[in-house]
Each structure stands twice: as C-alpha cells, then as structure tokens.
C-alpha cells in the first residue's frame, strides 16, 4: 500500500516508504531517477538539489513523507520530451560549466531555480545562490558564465576558463 504519493516531472509517483526515507532515496531508489546525486548527506555539497513545488531543496535534507503531495522537478525533468536540452542546460554545454559532471544536476536545478525567481542576476547573486553547491572541478568560473549566459547576459568577453 503506497504511503507516499507526489507528481514527479509531471508524472504520478507513489510508493511505500519508512518514516526516515529521505526524499533522494525515494527518488534514486524507488523511482530509479538517479540523475539526483548525493554528495555528502549532510546538507552541505547541493548534488541532490531538485525542485519542490519550485523551490530548490537538498534533496537529502527532506523526507519523502514530507514531499507527499508535491510537485517535484528532477534533472530528468528538465529537457524536453525530445531530447533537446533546456536553456540552462544548454548553457552548460556551451559555455563549459562541467567537468566531471557530478555537482552538475544540483548546479542546474539550482540554476534554473535562481532564473525563475530572478531572470537576470549578477553575476554576484549568481554566486551567493550558488553558496550551497559545491563543485570540486571547474573552479565555478565556468559555471557562473554558463548562467549569466542563459539569463540572457553578453558573456563573449568573459574568457573561458
Ligand atoms: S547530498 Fe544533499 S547536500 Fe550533499
Ligand atoms: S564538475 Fe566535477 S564536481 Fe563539479
């Protein structure tokens, strides 16, 4: 008998669960959406970052319980049914905001959910959003770009890095 029950990138999702299953467990373990990562179960690094009701939340510091009901968006929710990349994603790409890859889906979901509530941050507040997340390859140079990009921003005389 499911005791859990949200939408999940737009799809009915239920299961059982224990009082002290985490949200990225049910997520990972149940719903096979392993794109969510975990870093470090502690809060600190945001690789498990995904969006509750389209607020960005460490996915480790939340019960599955407590997203009963919700809407919850994954980095597999993000590209189009197609394949196409969305803009943040896209971005990414582009402007080399990755190197291993494993903070990349928290970076995005972070990312996409600093766009929605700001369309056009600094390059500052793109960087205090981005406190919770830590990457330990691209230096976070490349990823502020790739979002200053997406909102829009002319980044061409910005080198690489
Ligand atoms: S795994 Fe959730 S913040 Fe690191
Ligand atoms: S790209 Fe490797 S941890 Fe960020």
Redesign the pocket.
Known sequence: MPNVSMTVNGKAASGEVEGRTLL?GFLRDQLGLTGT????????????VVHVDGKAV????MLAAEADGADVKTIEGMAAPDGTLSTIQQAFQDHHGLQCGFCTPGMVMSAAALLAENASPSEQEIREYLEGNICRCTGYHNIVKAIMAAAGHDVSAIAAE
């Open positions: 990225v990562h975990v870093g470090c179960d502690t809060s600190q690094c945001g690789a498990c460490k996915a480790c510091t």
